[in-house]
């Protein structure tokens, strides 16, 4: 309830991502049209982050504007990889969902890159899993 307040969304979903520090994490939050219906208006990725004993909540720095959801940290922490409906050009339509990556550089999360083929298909991928070796 506390995300729901905090980001005025109706729903925090289940999947997130934690640090293997466990000192950062991401989350999905969903705002849905109407009650009965299950189009979303917002899908945006939150960051959670701890430093000393005070949690930083906000919107990820990439996120917020298109439809980004079900995030994974690579094995090292320095790679989150998303599912987005984002377009693959600036000002270009939104397109179905692919996968996404945004790497940290100097402690910050970069522009978001789309992975391509073979990795993303004409149809929609989703749930992105990434193996102790670092495959996806």
């Given at each position: 309830?506390?995300f729901?307040?905090?980001?005025?969304?109706?729903?925090?979903?289940?999947?997130?991502?934690?640090?293997?520090?466990?000192?950062?994490?991401?989350?999905?939050?969903?705002?849905?049209?109407?009650?009965?219906?299950?189009?979303?208006?917002?899908?945006?990725?939150?960051?959670?982050?701890?430093?000393?004993?005070?949690?930083?909540?906000?919107?990820?720095?990439?996120?917020?504007?298109?439809?980004?959801i079900?995030?994974?940290?690579?094995?090292?922490?320095?790679?989150?990889?998303?599912?987005?409906?984002?377009p693959?050009?600036?000002?270009?339509?939104?397109?179905?969902?692919?996968?996404w990556?945004?790497?940290?550089?100097?402690?910050?999360?970069?522009?978001?890159?789309?992975?391509?083929?073979?990795?993303?298909?004409e149809?929609?991928?989703?749930?992105?899993?990434?193996?102790?070796?670092?495959?996806?």
């Open positions: 309830k506390y729901s307040k905090l980001f005025d969304v109706k729903e925090i979903e289940e999947l997130f991502a934690l640090s293997s520090s466990h000192i950062e994490f991401f989350v999905n939050a969903i705002k849905r049209k109407l009650k009965e219906s299950n189009k979303n208006i917002f899908s945006s990725i939150i960051h959670l982050m701890k430093t000393g004993k005070k949690w930083t909540i906000e919107v990820a720095s990439f996120s917020g504007k298109y439809g980004d079900e995030p994974t940290f690579s094995p090292d922490g320095n790679t989150l990889y998303f599912a987005s409906n984002r693959l050009q600036k000002d270009s339509v939104i397109k179905d969902f692919d996968i990556k945004t790497t940290r550089i100097n402690g910050v999360w970069s522009a978001p890159e789309n992975l391509g083929a073979p990795i993303n298909t149809a929609n991928e989703f749930y992105p899993a990434i193996t102790q070796t670092g495959k996806l």
